[in-house]
C-alpha cells in the first residue's frame, strides 16, 4: 500500500509540472512539418518567402522609370486592307411635241392685242436621249512593319507617355519617310524598352516614298486635278 501511494505522487507530481509548463507558455503548438509557417514572435526569426525557399524562382523585372527625352522603340505592324465596287446605271428618254397657236402683239406702251399667226402655228418637236454608266473597282491593300525609336514628348498627368519619332531610309534613288506620333500607358513599355503599335492610342502614321519607284505609279498634276474637279 505505501508503494502504490508513492507512485501516486509522483504521477501527481509529473501533471502538476506539466500544468505549470503549459500554464508559463501560455499556448500549447503541435509540431508542424511545414518549413513556411514558424511561430514568428516566439522564434525572431523572418518568414521564409518563394525567392529563399524555392531553386526555380526567378525575380521578376520591375519596369523602370520612364522621363521626357527618353528613347522609346516603337515595333509597327500594321495591316490596311480595302475593297470596294461601284456600278450605276440610268438611261433617260423624253420626247416633245408643243404647239403654239396663240400669241399677242404690243402697240407701244397702249394696248395688247392678239397677234394671229400668218405664217402658220409655231410648231416644236423633239426627243432627247440620255444614257450614263459609272462603274468602279477600288482593292487596295498595304502593309507597315518597321521598328523606329521614339522619344518622349510628354508625360500625362495619369502618367500616359506622349511619344514621338522619325525615320528615314534612302537606298540608291529611292527614299522613306515615316512619321509617327501616339500615347501609349507606362506599363505598355516592355523590359526590353520596346511598345506595340497596336497598345498605342491615337495613332497617326505618315508614310512618304520618293524616288524611281514612286515617280512609277503616282498621278501627274493634271490628271489630279481632272479627278478632283471630274468636268467629265
Known amino acids: 500500500m505505501r508503494s502504490l501511494g508513492q507512485s501516486q505522487e509522483r504521477c501527481l507530481l509529473r501533471l502538476l509540472v506539466i500544468a505549470a509548463v503549459i500554464f508559463a507558455t501560455g499556448e500549447a503548438m503541435a509540431q508542424s512539418s511545414s518549413i513556411f509557417e514558424r511561430d514568428l514572435p516566439q522564434t525572431g526569426?523572418?518568414?521564409?518567402?518563394?525567392?529563399?525557399?524555392?531553386?526555380?524562382?526567378?525575380?521578376?523585372?520591375?519596369?523602370r522609370r520612364?522621363?521626357?527625352?527618353?528613347?522609346?522603340?516603337?515595333?509597327?505592324?500594321?495591316?490596311a486592307s480595302m475593297t470596294?465596287?461601284?456600278?450605276?446605271?440610268?438611261?433617260?428618254?423624253?420626247?416633245?411635241?408643243?404647239?403654239?397657236?396663240?400669241?399677242?402683239?404690243?402697240?407701244g406702251l397702249?394696248?395688247?392685242?392678239?397677234?394671229a399667226q400668218n405664217d402658220g402655228d409655231q410648231t416644236i418637236n423633239g426627243q432627247l436621249q440620255q444614257t450614263y454608266r459609272a462603274q468602279g473597282d477600288i482593292e487596295a491593300r498595304e502593309s507597315l512593319a518597321l521598328n523606329i525609336a521614339c522619344t518622349v514628348a510628354d508625360i500625362?498627368?495619369?502618367?500616359?507617355?506622349?511619344?514621338?519619332?522619325?525615320?528615314?531610309?534612302?537606298?540608291?534613288?529611292?527614299?522613306?519617310?515615316?512619321?509617327?506620333?501616339?500615347?501609349c500607358r507606362h506599363q505598355d513599355v516592355g523590359p526590353d524598352n520596346v511598345v506595340l503599335s497596336r497598345n498605342i492610342a491615337d495613332l497617326k502614321v505618315d508614310k512618304r516614298e520618293h524616288g524611281q519607284a514612286r515617280d512609277g505609279y503616282k498621278r501627274g498634276w493634271l490628271t489630279r486635278l481632272l479627278d478632283e474637279f471630274a468636268p467629265f
Not at 66 to 79: A, G, Q
Not at 84 to 107: C, F, H, P
Not at 110 to 115: D, E
Open 45 to 63: 526569426q523572418a518568414p521564409i518567402m518563394l525567392d529563399g525557399g524555392s531553386w526555380t524562382y526567378i525575380p521578376p523585372v520591375l519596369p
Open 66 to 79: 520612364i522621363n521626357i527625352h527618353d528613347r522609346v522603340t516603337i515595333r509597327v505592324d500594321e495591316l
Open 84 to 107: 470596294q465596287e461601284g456600278d450605276v446605271q440610268q438611261r433617260r428618254t423624253a420626247q416633245y411635241n408643243a404647239v403654239l397657236k396663240d400669241w399677242i402683239g404690243l402697240i
Open 110 to 115: 397702249k394696248a395688247i392685242k392678239p397677234n
Open 156 to 183: 500625362r498627368p495619369n502618367g500616359d507617355l506622349v511619344l514621338e519619332g522619325h525615320k528615314q531610309i534612302r537606298i540608291n534613288e529611292n527614299a522613306w519617310e515615316v512619321s509617327l506620333s501616339g500615347i
